[in-house]
């Protein structure tokens, strides 16, 4: 189930918030760290302030987008201050996120988001994520180096690893009834997208409204069968739109 814990970095500047970054998710049993354009790696200094999670380091994945870190994971929670412009699902406890992700994560992978040191996420990839979460601080000096923040997230989901139930069989959801990948949902908005503006619902793109309706579905959360559904929908409309 932790193994299935993706730790998502995105243009970290500092190499050695990277080996530091890798040390805490070790101390709290995770292993599987992706890297989004990294300033700089390999680098001595992420392999140094690795101290023992040097496997960690030498393991990460490195990609070209985020988009392409997540597009496997069922549930993706970018870590922000709260942004209210951005209608997605949001946690104010980091130990609520953190039980639904260790849920999500027995049947598939999942993904925690970290962005740069100086300036986060921007909010085009805070809508690559399906949720949001901060964690709580002194409202005076909330300032959390990015390595802290991930041993925060992570001891959050390795407490409620540790704090689940553990009587009594569960059978495997079938593949059907658990939760669509990024990649699944980024197809079923572009299909929605492509309806709509065909339709004349939208006469141009619209962000906002693109936006709304994915918070609507990041909380509905669809099953895949559900998301099959919904696109044999938009097919069968799309099929009596007229041709542009």
């Given at each position: 189930?932790?193994?299935?814990?993706?730790?998502?970095?995105?243009?970290?500047?500092?190499?050695?918030?990277?080996?530091?970054?890798?040390?805490?998710?070790?101390?709290?049993?995770?292993?599987?760290?992706?890297?989004?354009?990294?300033?700089?790696?390999?680098?001595?200094?992420?392999?140094?302030?690795?101290?023992?999670?040097?496997?960690?380091?030498?393991?990460?994945?490195?990609?070209?987008?985020?988009?392409?870190?997540?597009?496997?994971?069922?549930?993706?929670?970018?870590?922000?201050?709260?942004?209210?412009?951005?209608?997605?699902?949001?946690?104010?406890?980091?130990?609520?996120?953190?039980?639904?992700?260790?849920?999500?994560?027995?049947?598939?992978?999942?993904?925690?988001?970290?962005?740069?040191?100086?300036?986060?996420?921007?909010?085009?990839?805070?809508?690559?994520?399906?949720?949001?979460?901060?964690?709580?601080?002194?409202?005076?000096?909330?300032?959390?180096?990015?390595?802290?923040?991930?041993?925060?997230?992570?001891?959050?989901?390795?407490?409620?690893?540790?704090?689940?139930?553990?009587?009594?069989?569960?059978?495997?959801?079938?593949?059907?009834?658990?939760?669509?990948?990024?990649?699944?949902?980024?197809h079923f908005h572009g299909h929605l997208a492509r309806v709509m503006q065909g339709s004349g619902f939208l006469t141009q793109p619209h962000a906002?409204?693109?936006?709304?309706?994915?918070?609507?579905?990041?909380?509905?959360?669809?099953?895949?069968?559900?998301?099959?559904?919904?696109?044999?929908?938009?097919?069968?409309?799309?099929?009596?739109?007229?041709?542009?």
């Amino acid at each position: 189930m932790l193994s299935n814990i993706r730790v998502v970095l995105v243009q970290t500047f500092h190499p050695g918030n990277i080996g530091a970054s890798a040390r805490a998710m070790k101390t709290m049993g995770l292993s599987d760290l992706v890297l989004v354009r990294p300033r700089a790696f390999p680098d001595p200094e992420a392999t140094r302030l690795a101290a023992g999670a040097e496997d960690l380091v030498e393991g990460a994945r490195v990609v070209d987008s985020l988009a392409e870190a997540v597009s496997d994971c069922v549930q993706v929670v970018g870590a922000s201050a709260r942004l209210r412009s951005l209608p997605l699902p949001h946690f104010d406890e980091p130990d609520a996120m953190a039980r639904e992700l260790v849920e999500h994560a027995a049947h598939d992978p999942v993904a925690l988001v970290f962005g740069r040191e100086r300036s986060g996420l921007t909010n085009d990839e805070i809508r690559l994520c399906s949720h949001q979460v901060s964690i709580p601080a002194n409202p005076d000096y909330g300032i959390l180096n990015l390595s802290q923040a991930v041993q925060v997230l992570a001891y959050e989901a390795f407490t409620a690893w540790r704090r689940r139930p553990t009587s009594g069989y569960r059978p495997a959801l079938p593949p059907e009834e658990r939760q669509p990948s990024r990649e699944q949902l980024d197809h079923f908005h572009g299909h929605l997208a492509r309806v709509m503006q065909g339709s004349g619902f939208l006469t141009q793109p619209h962000a906002r409204t693109e936006a709304q309706l994915q918070a609507l579905f990041a909380r509905a959360q669809p099953s895949r069968r559900e998301l099959s559904l919904l696109r044999g929908l938009l097919a069968s409309l799309e099929h009596h739109l007229p041709e542009a």
